[in-house]
């Protein structure tokens, strides 16, 4: 029987179905009829419950009918307001094990709650309202009666079991948390699993509630259970359990005992190596190093996954020889007694436990206290080099699928909670797992896009894909969810801060959680634990109100910091990425634009899965076009999801529920094949209780007429009024607050917005939305989503027909009000501009804006000035109100950023009409400094000089010391490009005087980088050092990677020019790293300069192909003083060939580009000599010539005396051999 006399929920503080076996308290002749079922006798009761054993008897059907099931019914006999967390525990066991589908895993049947005639024919133990779980009975006993008893085959044969259905849970994001004996049960198809009251969601997107309680039954708990480290729980912990429970099934009892207190078998969990396993039956000799890998104190050096163990089980040996004869049939013993169901674990062991923990963990006796923590190795390196399970050529099933037994007329009570079945679409699954498989067979991305109208199972499709990879092994799982609004929980961000288990963490707490994780990581970059923790950390109090609250982090260096991450998680095994509702994902298109750009040089063999929903992809928009771009990529492709077709929709139809012909039928036919509109639309019958059960399934009541909904969006305005039936304005308000927040709702912004709208978080709606498949818990019980996007837009809609939509948006941007992080500022601009405040949404604005384009993120900048505008026409402003001018110094910055060099200049000629028009003194300056930056790009120095000392005094006037120093510091590079040093350094000094007056450190660092390059450009690399190691310091305090690979460029320059080529490549190369890790295209510059360095080492063979390749990528990159400095290092090189010809056209196109730019450096005149003097070790005297004086040239550009008259030696050496 399912549990029937055994404490079945661990974790609220009490055994509350304690193991009291009680006789055959049967009912009389016909019992309770509790709906279709009939209540036969009462098995088992404890203090909080009863197990009663019935059989599914529809009224009208008699209990010995051949029909009749027999089933257990679980009775909560407490109500709620006694005992939350019971009733909590209870609600969690229907959830989790209602998602699951496995002949390995009890079957549920039905949930309720008591009606008032089965509680008055009960007579004592119910009450009107106590939940109830029906489920299948099971009468072969429990696992408790088996340990120590079972041959090798027979105990190998279960533990496969075992973990084939902890494979299909956790693939479907449950953990069990409280696997023993007494919660396996036994049937005539193996061992069964039950008992999910410590379920827990493997999404962590909260703060769970129960982290200061140890849950669980301490001699089967994995180590981070007793620490209560919630965040470290993963398949992992189940597979702990099963160890213990695998030992015991061998061994005869648990590892560390099961009658030691609690203090005893917690330090033994943590600090002791399990005992040597002495079985009671032969075993093969690798079973002890399995169960070692399983029983590791580690979570990373145990099995991963499942499938993981199961597949190193089945390499074992299954010949070991039995001696002794198999005990008779666990498999078959059906006669088992009430006591045999009595769970052995539970008569002599501490019953499961709850234990409230101080701040500072369990207090332990000094004895205990003062053990030394194990080894990382201790108990987990007998299996190191387990190979992961392949992948299946084929995605279906090796063996027939479970078909779980479905009894007519039952399970609404189920229905919202049940996984939806997922029927047809075999082409559109080839395609994925073939995309699967090329993945793993080439080690490089594939994206695959998911196209279609709304409701279609795009996303249901995608969770297929993934479940079924986590379930075999093969892959690895991460999703990103993304909504129109851009709540707090929505993209890649977010989706990193769960898989790292960072989510409601600060900065510096995440900060130290990943610095563990990346414990043991080999060649991690500098400040990768850091730049991690930036991304994904939740801003502090301290963090939003800070002036430089702002990520550093601009999407290359993000992408590449991804894409790090992602080739360290699939060294076992490749990942699939889950990108849902990429029409609002930006930042998954430009991540997954990247990726794809890296394969050839950077190959991570991930799967990207995006879903997209056509009708809400803005035609002409932004996400249009990158999508569209990204499609273009051979590696990329659509898959687009149609309508089922007949056949597949009457078949989804009557899997929903069992419905009748009938009524299937007049499904099928309203909702014409869109899954989703099935699906809610069944929902919205269940709720209103038309459907009544029947013979065939169930029908229609009778006497009822329907009005079918026309579309999706009906259909989710008629489950949204369900659930609003009967409540109050301020709860429907509630609801509307938390779609305006997003699809993902983070609790404590739901709260506090709520707050700021004057009601109270509406907690007591969510869960009934997620019983009808409206919602669903994310993780903990706290944050939670939206079933769909659909359902946001439509809750949206309600706002706006109740007029409530400006009041909730209004709210929103209260509660972001004050905060000035990225995020927070650009999700204030649109909340306000939602709410139509206009003129109070162009400042956060045009702060995110400004913000994005300081990070480099130029298509979010886009959009915000587009929202900006349309802001901008909807206030009431005067004509000459300054910030109408602003919109045009974003839009020059922005139009300069991306290449648009004539609308740029369109943009700051009517900004600068219209300052000058109408005295708008701080534009006017702003404007004259973009303009000089206009200038300089188009490498026209002497305006561009003209311009910054116009700029520089109008912004003195004005007193914005900031952009005054960035003005003079663009001022010096400018003129040090031209080789006025003298000019350049008293500028660097007004800079460095004004940055440090301002406490800005990048600021204080670019300076004194350029104050060394000017010394380089004077020959003094002594002093050219010093002024590079006192600016990395302020870098590398400033966490700014950019500005560090620019001085370790300086360093290594420093040291070729002293004639140290090898050392100047070494530092290059670090250079070359830390871009790198940046995503910047200075990444190239660090390589040709190690191209350099090689070259004048004499090691052309290496450094040819390395400067033909960044000749192409500085030419794409338009940086024509870069080539110059190629073509003269090229010359170098070919000489060592005597290809003369070549070497003159580097020669000659060196000069074009010297004209053209007029760039002075000293590394173009040490490749010039070198290239002379290969020619002339050649006797191409003419060429060498020709090189000499381009060097000379250079020299004297530099003012290098000694270095201009060796030139000069050497030329006329030529014109004069004698």
């Known amino acids: ?150 041959t090798w085959p027979n105990l190998r044969r279960l533990i496969l079991g075992l973990l084939d259905a902890l494979a299909h849970s956790h693939a479907r994001g449950v953990l069990h948390r409280d696997i023993k004996p007494s919660n396996v049960l036994l049937s005539r198809r193996g061992a069964v699993l039950s008992d999910f009251g410590l379920g827990f969601g493997l999404s962590q997107d909260t703060v769970n509630p129960d982290r200061d309680r140890l849950e669980g039954t301490p001699a089967y708990m994995a180590p981070e259970q007793f620490e209560c480290r919630w965040r470290d729980y993963g398949p992992w912990t189940d597979l702990y359990e099963l160890g213990c429970v695998a030992y015991t099934l061998a061994a005869g009892a648990p590892p560390f005992g099961r009658r030691a207190d609690v203090e005893q078998l917690m330090f033994s969990h943590l600090h002791q190596a399990p005992p040597m396993l002495a079985p009671t039956h032969p075993v093969p000799d690798g079973f002890n190093d399995w169960l070692d890998r399983l029983l590791s104190k580690r979570p990373a050096s145990r099995f991963q996954r499942a499938a993981d163990a199961a597949f190193a089980l089945i390499a074992l040996d299954e010949t070991t020889p039995v001696e002794e004869p198999s005990i008779p049939g666990w498999l078959a013993n059906s006669d088992a007694t009430v006591e045999d169901m009595v769970p052995t674990d539970t008569l002599d062991s501490p019953a499961p436990i709850a234990i409230a923990l101080s701040a500072d963990g369990v207090t332990l006796s000094p004895h205990y206290g003062s053990g030394q923590r194990v080894s990382s190795s201790l108990g987990g390196g007998a299996l190191p080099d387990s190979p992961v399970p392949p992948l299946p050529d084929d995605w279906r099933q090796a063996l027939d699928h479970h078909q779980p037994e479905q009894l007519l007329g039952v399970g609404l009570g189920l229905y919202g909670l049940r996984t939806i079945p997922l029927v047809g679409r075999q082409a559109e699954r080839d395609q ?87 414990k043991g990581e080999r060649d991690l970059p500098a400040g990768e634990a850091e730049a991690l923790a930036e991304l994904v950390a939740v801003p502090s109090e301290d963090d939003l109100t800070a002036e430089e609250a702002s990520r550093f982090l601009r999407p290359e260096a993000w992408y590449v910091l991804v894409q790090r991450l992602l080739a360290r998680l699939c060294h076992d095994r490749p990942a699939i990425l889950w990108l849902d509702d990429v029409q609002w994902g930006l930042d998954a298109i430009g991540f997954t634009q990247h990726l794809l750009d890296q394969q050839d040089t950077r190959p991570v063999p991930v799967l990207v899965v995006m879903t997209c929903r056509d009708e809400a992809l803005l035609r002409g928009g932004v996400h249009e076009h990158w999508l569209a771009r990204l499609l273009e990529h051979p590696r990329a492709g659509a898959i687009p999801v149609e309508e089922l077709d007949a056949g597949d929709r009457l078949t989804l139809v009557r899997e929903l529920l069992g419905l009748s012909g009938e009524v299937a039928g007049q499904v099928e036919e309203r909702t014409a094949g869109n899954p989703l509109f099935a699906v809610q639309l069944v929902g919205d019958w269940i709720q209103r209780g038309v459907l009544v059960p029947g013979r065939r399934g169930f029908n229609l009541r009778s006497g009822v007429e329907l009005k079918l909904p026309d579309d999706l969006h009906d259909v989710w305005a008629v489950r949204v009024d369900e659930v609003l039936a009967g409540r109050s304005p301020e709860e429907r308000l ?81 509660m972001l009000e004050g905060r000035a992080d990225v995020d927070s500022l650009q999700r204030l601009g649109r909340h306000l501009l939602r709410g139509e405040a206009y003129e109070r949404a162009l400042e956060p604005l045009a702060a995110a804006a400004r913000a994005r384009q300081a990070m480099g993120e130029y298509v979010v900048v886009g959009q915000l000035l587009a929202e900006y505008e349309r802001a901008l026409e909807l206030a009431v402003l005067e004509e000459d109100d300054p910030r109408r001018g602003e919109v045009l110094l974003l839009r020059c ?78 001022l010096a590079m400018n003129y040090s490009y031209s080789g006025q040093l003298d000019n350049s350094r008293l500028c660097l000094e007004q800079a460095l005087e004004l940055f440090e007056s301002l406490g800005n450190q990048i600021g204080q660092g670019y300076v004194l980088e350029m104050y060394g390059g000017l010394e380089l450009s004077r020959g003094r690399a002594k002093e050219a050092t010093e002024l590079g190691r006192r600016a990395l310091a302020f870098a590398e305090n400033a966490g700014h990677g950019i500005l560090q690979g620019r001085i370790l460029l300086q360093l290594g320059d420093a040291v070729r020019l002293h004639g140290d080529s090898e050392e100047g490549e070494l530092l290059y190369r670090r250079a070359e790293a830390m871009f790198r890790s940046q995503g910047s295209g200075l990444t190239t510059i660090a390589e040709l300069y190690v191209g350099v360095a090689l070259m004048e080492q004499g090691q052309v063979f290496q450094a040819q192909p390395l400067l033909e390749r960044c000749l192409r990528e500085v030419q794409e990159a338009g940086r024509p003083h870069f080539e110059e400095l190629i073509h003269l290092a090229l010359a170098a090189c070919v000489a060592s060939e005597g290809r003369w010809s070549l070497f003159a056209n580097h020669l000659e196109i060196a000069r074009r580009l010297k004209k053209q730019t007029g760039f002075v450096d000293f590394s173009i005149a040490f490749a010039a000599r070198t290239a002379g003097d290969a020619a002339r070790g050649e006797g191409e005297l003419v060429l060498a010539k020709d090189a000499y004086e381009f060097c000379r040239d250079e020299f004297q550009a530099l003012n290098w005396r000694h270095e201009v008259a060796a030139m000069v030696e050497k030329i006329e050496a030529i014109d004069d051999p004698s």
């Open 734 to 814: 509630s609801l509307q607050l938390a779609a305006a927040l997003g699809r993902l709702v983070r609790a404590n912004e739901w709260e506090k917005a709520c707050a700021a709208c004057g009601v109270e978080a509406a907690w007591t709606l969510v869960d009934p939305m997620v019983a009808r498949r409206l919602a669903r818990w994310e993780g903990g019980e706290s944050n939670w989503s939206l079933a769909n996007s659909v359902l946001r837009e439509s809750l949206e809609r309600l706002a706006r027909s109740d007029g409530t939509w400006r009041r909730v948006n209004l709210a929103i941007a209260a």
């Open 893 to 970: 910055w922005h139009e300069r950023k991306t290449a648009d060099y004539d609308k740029a200049a369109e943009y700051s000629g009517s900004l600068h009409s219209l300052a000058q028009k109408h005295g708008w003194s701080r534009l006017h300056a702003l404007c004259l400094l973009e303009l000089a930056n206009q200038a300089q790009d188009h490498f026209e120095a002497a305006r561009a000089n003209q311009l910054y000392r116009e700029a520089h005094a109008a912004l003195k006037e004005v007193g914005d010391t900031t952009n005054q120093a960035q003005c003079l510091l663009n």
């Open 1 to 150: 029987m399912s549990a029937a006399s055994k404490g079945l929920f661990g974790g609220p503080g009490l055994a509350m179905f304690a193991a009291v076996p009680v006789g055959s308290e049967a009912m009389g002749s016909s019992g309770i009829q509790l709906g279709p079922f009939r209540l036969q006798e009462l098995a088992g009761r404890g203090a909080s419950g009863q197990v009663w054993k019935g059989v599914y008897a529809p009224v009208g059907e008699s209990a010995g009918d051949p029909s009749s099931r027999p089933v257990a019914v679980k009775v909560l006999n407490v109500n709620a307001g006694e005992s939350p967390r019971l009733h909590e525990a209870f609600r969690r066991e229907v959830q989790a094990v209602a998602t699951l589908d496995h002949p390995n895993v009890v079957t549920v049947f039905d949930y309720g709650t008591i009606p008032a005639e089965v509680a008055d024919a009960a007579e004592e133990g119910m009450a009107v309202g106590n939940p109830y779980l029906v489920m299948e009975f099971l009468d072969a006993g429990t696992l408790s009666s088996r340990c120590g008893r079972l």
């Open 432 to 518: 994925l797992w073939q995309d699967l498989g090329r993945v793993k067979a080439q080690g490089r991305a594939v994206v695959t896009v998911l196209r279609g109208p709304s409701g279609t199972g795009k996303t249901r499709l995608a969770q297929w894909l993934c479940e079924r990879g986590h379930e075999v092994g093969a892959v690895h799982v991460l999703r990103a969810m993304h909504s129109s609004v851009g709540g707090a929980l929505d993209g890649m961000a977010a989706m990193l801060a769960r898989h790292l288990g960072c989510t409601g963490l600060d900065r510096g707490e995440a900060l130290e959680r990943i610095r563990e994780l990346l």
